[in-house]
Nanobody
Framework: QVQLVESGGGLVQAGGSLRLSCVASGRTVNKYAMGWFRQAPGKEREFVAA??????????GDSVKGRFTVSRDNALNMVSVYLQMNSLKPEDTAVYCC?????????????????????WGQGTQVTVSA
């Protein structure tokens, strides 16, 4: 069983920055790929970023390229995944969730599909004011 807890959300002005954290715990969780998604009210869940188990490969959604960076720190039976968000815009307002995909490396572009992920956190709210 894997548990995920996100933190770091809050209210920020447009142009500002936030750093989200996701701590995932569980046996061998440090060997899994992880992703970040967001969902705004009335909208579908949107892919934000993903990272393979070692951190050597990262991926970003088109709407956040050049502004958001994903990284991770692996430890025994635990992993911390970070989402550094810069140049925030009001349209970035959403609940941000991290998720675990029980593979080391993504296949093709599967990282954008929320359906391939095995475990999810509860999410943290990010609100960007104009």
């Amino acid at each position: 069983q894997v548990q995920l807890v996100e933190s770091g959300g809050g209210l920020v002005q447009a142009g500002g920055s936030l750093r989200l954290s996701c701590v995932a715990s569980g046996r061998t969780v440090n060997k899994y790929a992880m992703g970040w998604f967001r969902q705004a009210p009335g909208k579908e869940r949107e892919f934000v970023a993903a990272i393979d188990w070692s951190g050597s490969r990262t991926y970003n959604g088109d709407s956040v390229k050049g502004r958001f960076t994903v990284s991770r720190d692996n430890a025994l039976n635990m992993v911390s995944v970070y989402l550094q968000m810069n140049s925030l815009k009001p349209e970035d307002t959403a609940v941000y969730c991290c998720a675990v995909r029980q593979v080391r490396y993504y296949s093709g572009t599967e990282y954008i599909d929320p359906g391939v992920y095995d475990y999810w956190g509860q999410g943290t709210q990010v609100t960007v004011s104009a």
